[in-house]
């Protein structure tokens, strides 16, 4: 039988039966258990420059305000090491060059394995002091799913960049990975 000790105030429990001892080493292993597997799951940092060209664009004037367009468009990139060629579809929603985007993205390692992830984000144009147009791109995203060494990805991060060209895009990625055992 358990039984129940004040000690400075406080109520203790001292455990007695086998019952209760055998319950209690149980949950000591689950919890030890848990946090061996959280640790066993290392994360991965990611950081890098990636430079994105926009292959496919299709626009229509929504026709409620001046500027106003829904935007569908792909694009491909390559990261800076030329390990990532990512495949983006994509969709904004601009008036005059700023708005919200959101896509998906496929990301293929050319060392093995596929991951996917969605990203959201704000695009905004400025006029530059020579009055040329200035776009620049920040959002976040998170890591939906991965074959090969991929399986069982989850994570996220953030990304920020600019129009460098006709349809060129330079992006700074940076979050971090795990893969779920």
Same mark, same amino acid.
């Given at each position: 039988?358990?039984?129940?000790?004040?000690?400075?105030?406080?109520?203790?429990?001292? $455990?007695?039966?086998?019952?209760?001892?055998?319950?209690?080493?149980?949950?000591?292993?689950?919890?030890? +258990?848990?946090?061996?597997?959280?640790?066993?799951?290392?994360?991965?940092?990611?950081? +890098?420059?990636?430079?994105?060209?926009?292959?496919? /664009?299709?626009?229509?004037?929504?026709?409620?305000?001046?500027?106003? $367009?829904?935007?569908? /468009?792909?694009?491909? *990139?390559?990261?800076?090491?030329?390990?990532?060629?990512?495949?983006?579809?994509?969709?904004?929603? /601009?008036?005059?060059?700023?708005?919200?985007?959101?896509?998906?993205?496929?990301?293929? *390692?050319?060392?093995?394995?596929?991951? +996917?992830?969605?990203?959201?984000?704000?695009?905004?144009?400025?006029?530059?002091?020579?009055?040329?147009?200035?776009?620049?791109?920040? &959002?976040? /995203?998170?890591?939906?799913?991965?074959?090969?060494?991929?399986?069982?990805?989850? &994570?996220?991060?953030?990304?920020?960049?600019?129009?460098?060209?006709?349809?060129?895009?330079?992006?700074?990625?940076? &979050?971090?990975?795990?893969?779920?055992?």
């Amino acid at each position: 039988m358990d039984r129940v000790v004040v000690e400075g105030g406080k109520a203790m429990q001292i $455990f007695k039966s086998k019952r209760s001892r055998m319950l209690l080493i149980i949950l000591a292993s689950i919890f030890a +258990f848990g946090v061996t597997s959280a640790s066993a799951q290392d994360k991965v940092k990611v950081k +890098f420059k990636k430079y994105i060209v926009i292959t496919k /664009y299709e626009s229509t004037e929504v026709g409620d305000t001046e500027g106003h $367009f829904l935007m569908q /468009y792909e694009a491909k *990139d390559i990261s800076s090491d030329g390990r990532f060629i990512t495949y983006k579809r994509a969709q904004g929603d /601009y008036i005059k060059g700023t708005g919200a985007h959101k896509g998906y993205n496929e990301v293929v *390692d050319r060392e093995g394995g596929t991951y +996917f992830n969605k990203y959201e984000g704000i695009a905004t144009t400025k006029k530059s002091p020579e009055g040329k147009p200035i776009k620049t791109v920040k &959002g976040t /995203y998170t890591y939906t799913k991965g074959t090969g060494k991929y399986e069982g990805i989850q &994570g996220g991060g953030n990304y920020q960049g600019m129009m460098i060209g006709k349809g060129i895009i330079s992006v700074d990625v940076e &979050g971090e990975y795990f893969i779920k055992k």
